[in-house]
């Protein structure tokens, strides 16, 4: 019976309970972005298949082009010379579709089940990415296709982010958040990593693979998101964490009525969410405007567009760069493209930690963005000397732009979405990170487009963009570095006030 035991025995098996679903919970958000970005990446590979120089290519014998064409093995339609604005308008049919529909479905994403909302979205993604394969096999050549193809695709894709970070706040405090979410965005770049190894088997056969077999395990996870995903710990009788205040913070709740401590204005997400299960709280979703209206959204979405701009260029172009300036086969270019994304894994843990340690978090951001505009200038001109600088300065370059990016999309859009303003509404997560994440949305949109206009007058003006995105984001958190460096000062006066008194008591 469960008075026989010990209080200590029940704490700790529902500890051992908790922390068991927490991580089932983690493990599974991160595999279902993991594929999200799986299958966003074969494009980036293929396009070095879509069109190569095909002069030391040996002829079939019933081949009827001419003997002067170098581009006889490209693919139709992109086997012109303005393939490079033919590929940058697949890669903006899929990321202006996206950016539009990721206002539109953190909305949705508020308002519906998160189990029913993500598993028809992984399940249609699937659907799309497959089909863009399948024009291979159907012997498509109309551009149209694949366009159409990517704008669906690109919708349907943006069921993914507001919802497995709304489904991550529900679960998990604001102690350690950055470092925690740091950890778990590395999906994004495990999920790339995949998805270029993946392609890279197919791309030099049957290219149309390298959609298809992503597309299937993604429509695959869809399935196991319906039959497994928990939105709230209390679906499954599990403890709402709590935020732990400190001392100071504990004795002003006591003073102040108003403010109860299961749903004091400061609190974590999940327990702003408990307490939205009350039903004397019966809290409203929030409007588009009034997440706009919380202080630092707007800094930071800004901030985000240029990020991912630089982020998405190098996410789309990198392998073609890197075929085109290196000289390496298709599969090599894309396999050496991967090392971008380990830096990536390894920028959003450091941001984590740093900003959790210092509370700053547009500082680690800034700091990062600064650094990253150097580093981008001397892989353009020194990276390609040597594989094993290429190597370096790729996991470098991959840990100061993709640090700041997930650093914003995770932790600053769970610290935003439970803002004191809020007083404990726990639906204006889902609004604030699609608000967040689909400005950036603009930038990944605009990135891949200017660099296939530019990239034809050489890719030095390509790295000279990107490396004004980088300083443009971070002059647009000036503001909040201030503000920053001030709460700073203001503690450490604090502090030494405090050290004096117990020093000379009275």
């Not at 490209?74 to 529909?101: M, R």
């Not at 196991?224 to 935020?243: G, K, M, R, S």
């Not at 990020?307 to 396999?335: C, E, M, R």
């Not at 609004?431 to 660099?451: W, Y």
């Amino acid at each position: 019976m469960r008075s026989s035991l010990a209080p200590g025995i029940w704490f700790l098996r529902a500890f051992s309970r908790d922390s068991w679903y927490r991580g089932f919970i983690l493990l599974l958000t991160f595999l279902i972005y993991t594929c999200y970005h799986m299958s966003r990446k074969p494009i980036s590979i293929v396009k070095s298949r879509l069109h190569q120089n095909c002069s030391e290519i040996i002829r079939p014998i019933n081949d009827t082009h001419s003997p002067n064409d170098t581009t006889w093995c490209s693919w139709s339609p992109f086997d012109q010379d303005n393939y490079k604005e033919l590929l940058g308008a697949v890669d903006n049919a899929f990321l202006v579709a996206y950016a539009i529909g990721m206002f539109i479905s953190g909305i949705f994403g508020e308002r519906l089940p998160l189990r029913y909302y993500l598993s028809a979205g992984m399940l249609l993604s699937g659907l799309f990415t497959s089909l863009f394969g399948l024009g291979y096999f159907w012997n498509i050549h109309v551009l149209w296709y694949f366009v159409l193809i990517q704008i669906f695709n690109g919708l349907v894709q943006t069921t993914g982010w507001p919802s497995v970070v709304t489904c991550v706040g529900n679960w998990f405090g604001k102690g350690k958040r950055g470092f925690i979410m740091g950890i778990w965005n590395s999906h994004t770049s495990v999920g790339n990593i995949l998805g270029s190894l993946i392609a890279g088997v197919w791309v030099s056969d049957h290219w149309g693979l390298s959609f298809i077999v992503p597309g299937v395990i993604t429509a695959v996870m869809g399935i196991v998101t319906f039959l497994f995903l928990i939105e709230y710990p209390e679906d499954v009788d599990c403890t709402a964490p709590q935020h732990h205040d400190g001392p100071e913070e504990n004795q002003n709740n006591a003073e102040d009525p108003g403010n109860s401590p299961y749903c004091h204005q400061e609190s974590s997400l999940e327990t702003a969410a408990k307490c939205s299960k009350e039903p004397s709280a019966q809290p409203v979703a929030i409007s588009f405007f009034g997440a706009l209206m919380i202080p630092g959204v707007i800094e930071f979405s800004l901030c985000l567009l240029f990020a991912k701009l630089v982020s998405y260029t190098f996410l789309y172009w990198l392998p073609l760069y890197i075929f085109n300036v290196a000289h390496f086969s298709a599969k090599d270019a894309g396999d050496l493209s991967t090392l971008f994304d380990v830096g990536g894994i390894i920028g959003g843990i450091l941001a984590g930690l740093i900003s959790d340690y210092t509370n700053g978090r547009a500082t680690t951001c800034c700091v990062m963005l600064i650094l990253a505009a150097p580093m981008l200038f001397l892989y353009n001109r020194f990276g390609q000397n040597g594989i094993g600088s290429s190597i370096v300065m790729l996991i470098v370059c991959g840990a100061l732009v993709n640090g700041p990016y997930a650093l914003i999309t995770t932790a600053v859009s769970a610290d935003l979405g439970t803002h004191k303003s809020l007083k404990g509404n726990a639906k204006a997560l889902s609004t604030v990170t699609a608000i967040i994440d689909g400005t950036g949305s603009i930038g990944a949109a605009l990135g891949p487009l200017l660099a296939g206009l530019i990239s034809p007058t050489g890719w030095n003006n390509v790295f000279y963009m990107l490396i004004s995105a980088d300083v443009l984001a971070c002059l647009l958190l000036c503001r909040l570095v201030y503000k920053e460096i001030l709460a700073w000062k203001s503690s450490l006066s604090r502090d030494t006030g405090s050290c004096v008194a117990l020093t000379h008591p009275r």
